[in-house]
């Protein structure tokens, strides 16, 4: 096989965003398939047997098209198109949502999360830590608030830790529950920037409310995340689901193998996603340890506790 150099053409930024900071995404690319990567100028040399170098193309070309959409390329990206590679998958496409630009999704199955998000009314995302799921959602739904596509955002989450009974806490409901929502105001800090989400808190364009304040309400012209749904038992989960009105959508995330309720089987999550499978207007998203998108330990450390777990459960039978 041809071991000749091959020389891609590419923009002064994607060429920046292959080598890397100290050419650490270029280490990682030239580890995954023996190749030597080198950055010359005007683009980047690849060297190696014919078929590594088809491979490193690609990641490449993945890694370009992102940062020529001016996307922040870190780690988490270079080795999932080094995956998507190797596994011969192609790459996800780009959704327009939040202010920064676009959010691309990382893998194959984000993309079909924000697809669904797209287009159902009501979308389940089911998954381990860091796929991913949470962000998305956020991302999705200060698009839409952004569009002015719905008047509301409305994030709730079961806070287990305090048995759903906050009138204990000082402060008002948004301070009694931020701490059981940090991941999401993370997410929107990023998308929106600290002073947009602060100016929107206060218009009441974005509300946080535990699951146990939404009982009564009717939800209209919103876009409702429920975060951390395993811990929602049955009859929260029915509730909340009904809640939605004219012009409303939802995004139900959660790990079916993460619950922190004293009684795991009256998780509503899983009962819920096997009553609604193959409803109209329902779509359900369910993510791998192949979906994560953290530190590569993570992914590592997924698949031994579902290893783990498969093993238990065989015992068991």
């Known amino acids: 096989m041809s071991r000749a150099p091959e020389f891609i053409t590419l923009s002064d930024a994607a060429s920046r965003a292959v080598a890397g900071a100290n050419s650490r995404h270029a280490a990682l690319i030239e580890d995954a398939f023996g190749v030597l990567v080198e950055t010359p100028g005007g683009g980047v040399q690849l060297s190696g047997d014919s ?11 993945a890694i370009a098209e992102r940062a020529d959409q001016g996307l922040e390329i870190a780690e988490a990206d270079v080795r999932v198109a080094i995956g998507q590679a190797r596994n011969g998958a192609g790459g996800p496409g780009t959704l327009p949502v939040g202010r920064r630009g676009q959010v691309a999704p990382k893998t194959p199955m984000q993309a079909e999360y924000l697809q669904a998000l797209a287009n159902c009314e009501l979308v389940f995302g089911l998954g381990p830590a860091g796929t991913g799921k949470t962000f998305l959602a956020v991302a999705h739904g200060a698009g839409l608030l952004l569009r002015g ?4 955002l409305i994030v709730s989450r079961p806070a287990v830790e305090a048995g759903e009974r906050l009138g204990f806490l000082p402060g008002d409901l948004t301070e009694k529950v931020d701490p059981y929502m940090a991941p999401v105001w993370e997410a929107l800090t990023d998308i929106l920037g600290a002073e947009q989400l602060r100016r929107r808190r206060e218009k009441g364009e974005i509300e946080v409310a535990p699951i146990a304040f939404l009982r009564g309400r009717t939800l209209a012209h919103a876009f409702v995340i ?3 749904a395993q811990n929602a038992t049955r009859l929260q989960m029915k509730m909340v689901l009904t809640r939605l009105g004219e012009g409303a959508r939802m995004v139900v995330t959660g790990d079916p193998t993460q619950i922190d309720l004293s009684n795991p089987r009256d998780s509503g999550l899983s009962h819920a996603v096997g009553l609604l499978d ?4 329902i779509a359900i998203t369910r993510f791998s340890a192949a979906d994560v998108v953290r530190h590569p330990l993570v992914e590592r450390i997924v698949r031994a506790y579902d290893a783990d777990a498969a093993k238990a459960a065989g015992q068991r039978a």
């Open 51 to 61: 078929k590594s170098r088809a491979q490193a193309k690609k990641v490449v070309q």
């Open 149 to 152: 596509e719905v008047d509301r």
């Open 226 to 228: 429920v975060d951390e």
């Open 278 to 281: 193959g409803v109209k207007g």
